[in-house]
């Protein structure tokens, strides 16, 4: 499909169609997609370890929450616990930002700066078209698009392990 001799507007066409449905989409783009969403995740998590320290910091340690007819409860136990959801969630946090290290590495892999580039600055600097085409030096909307899907179709031969 990638090979066809289809006009330009055609190919974008069909790839637009088809990638909603879900048929086209390359590996290269799912990780690319997947490396732009990380972002959000880690952001989200680290919200939440806040969230929790500034609940640890605010809550009194060492103490016996009574409640009327039922066990007494250690706040120390729920103060331990806190602590422990804290841990799993910076763990958590670390393996999210290994592996946008990861997929970051693979871009690294590409031959072409330009190319390199051109993702970088897509999907991991999330900068805009014009400011990535300004960046470098002034190119052209179109050639950027171009330089993105030769970028992306390069990354694909690599993850599909055909290093040409």
Known sequence: MKNEKIGDKHIITLFIMKRGSGELVSKAQDLL???????????????????????LLSSPKFQVDKISG?????????????????EAIEQDTTEIINRKLELSR?????????????????????KHVLDICNDLDGISIPTYYRLKRSAIDELDRIINGDNV
Do not use: C, F, H
């Not at 997947?34 to 500034?54: C, G, P, V």
């Open 70 to 86: 039922g066990k007494g409860r250690k706040i120390d136990d729920v103060y331990t616990q806190l602590v422990v959801m804290k």
């Open 106 to 126: 693979k871009i690294n892999q590409l031959k072409d700066p330009k190319q390199r580039t051109v993702l970088r600055l897509t999907y991991i600097v999330k």
């Open 33 to 55: 997609d997947e490396l732009q969403k990380l972002d959000i995740d880690i952001k989200s998590r680290m919200d939440e370890i806040n969230e929790l320290e500034a609940g």
